[in-house]
């Protein structure tokens, strides 16, 4: 080996180490911001999920407020989201007629439902709501 192969590798590593300095911040963010991404994601669908099944018990003839939330949580614990506040209209629905619109929402905090430090949805909420007709 001559002189100027063993300065040219010392020199092409530098160079690599300077650039993964630069690159591996940028690349950490979006890894993270993407992981929070797609785990509010995951909470928007399971609140979906929880809102149709929860209207779904609403809309029969002997549910009542009781079992409406209870299904409505179920589906949310069994996805394993936390902190929801569920909310049905009418407030009671058991008084509701055939052919009434019954709307099941849960709200929910992004906060507490995150696995990573809070890029982009700290802070903020996901409210989902289904809206069906009374049988």
Request: with cysteine; proline share 4%; aromatic share 4%.
């Amino acid at each position: 080996m001559d002189a100027r192969q063993v300065t040219s590798r010392k020199g092409r590593r530098a160079v690599a180490a300077v650039e993964l300095a630069v690159c591996l911040p940028a690349i950490v963010v979006l890894v993270f911001a993407a992981i929070e991404t797609c785990t509010m994601i995951f909470v928007s669908q399971a609140l979906h999920a929880a809102t149709y099944e929860g209207a779904r018990v609403a809309i029969q003839r002997s549910s009542d407020n009781t079992k409406v939330t209870t299904r409505t949580q179920q589906i949310l614990d069994g996805h394993g989201v936390a902190g929801a506040t569920i909310t049905l209209s009418p407030a009671n629905v058991t008084a509701a007629a055939p052919g009434d619109l019954v709307r099941v929402t849960v709200r929910v905090s992004c906060d507490a439902n995150r696995i990573s430090p809070p890029f982009i949805f700290g802070g903020r909420n996901i409210e989902i709501y289904t809206t069906m007709a009374k049988e």
